[in-house]
């Protein structure tokens, strides 16, 4: 359905239930004529490439579950707010905007922490690891710097997926779990890594993507 010349649509005092994705509109604002409704029987929202310049105020005053929300390619700038880091979240797709500041540490229940191309610097805290049900992180094309904590390569054991390219990491690579490593895909390219690749690497059976930084 196209709907191109729609202007304004109205879907409030419904029991709508599941994902709403209005992902690749024209939006530069959500507005929603209650600020304080309550859109607790939706799990999902979808508002990736929507020309947005902030995060729609309504997300503030929910306090349902959302399993997946995605704000992806939009113009929005400033830190994370924390509000979002408060939420119980398994999907956050934020890349491709320009947010700045360190990487915050998000609910233990996330799965997915998509953050690539935007502004982000500082080094990753080791908090990162308190995420016990992280599963992808893409932290590419950013301003990282510094080591990777040595805990991370410990997380090799429920990471699926990983991409810390284009950033300014220096140091070793952490040995990555010698018990168990469930990591398919890897990049750590455009970096100054220093050394050499961890021989535990050899314990990803399941690797079909990995991509190297130039050693010094």
């Known amino acids: 359905m196209q709907l191109s010349q729609l202007s304004e649509l109205d ?6 239930t599941g994902y ?7 939006f530069s604002s959500i507005i929603f004529p209650e600020p304080t409704a309550n859109v607790s029987h939706i799990n999902g929202l979808g508002l990736g490439s929507c ?5 729609p105020q309504i997300l503030k005053n929910q306090e349902s579950e959302w399993n997946w929300l995605d704000l992806s390619n939009n113009n929005i700038s400033g830190q994370i707010p924390e509000w979002v880091l408060q939420r119980t979240l ?4 934020l890349s491709f905007n320009n947010f700045h500041g360190t990487l915050p ?7 997915i922490y998509l ?3 935007n502004r982000l610097s500082g080094e990753i805290p080791s908090s990162i690891c308190e995420m016990e049900n992280l599963q992808a992180l893409d932290l590419a094309d ?3 710097t510094g080591v990777l904590p040595p805990c991370f390569g410990n997380h090799s054991s429920r990471f699926s997926a990983f991409s810390l390219s284009g950033n300014n990491f220096i140091g070793k690579i952490p040995e990555f779990n010698k018990d168990r490593c469930r990591l398919t895909a890897v990049d750590l390219s455009s970096n100054s890594f220093e050394g050499s690749l961890p021989r535990s690497l050899m314990n990803c059976s399941g690797m079909t993507s990995l991509l190297v930084p130039r050693f010094y």
Not at 51 to 55: K, Q, V
């Open 20 to 26: 709403i994705d209005l992902s690749a509109n024209g």
């Open 115 to 117: 953050v690539s191309n």
């Open 51 to 55: 020309n947005l310049t902030e995060i």
């Open 11 to 16: 879907l409030s005092h419904n029991m709508l």
């Open 105 to 111: 540490t998000l609910q233990a229940t996330i799965q």
């Open 90 to 93: 398994y999907t956050l797709d």
């Open 142 to 144: 950013n301003n990282f």
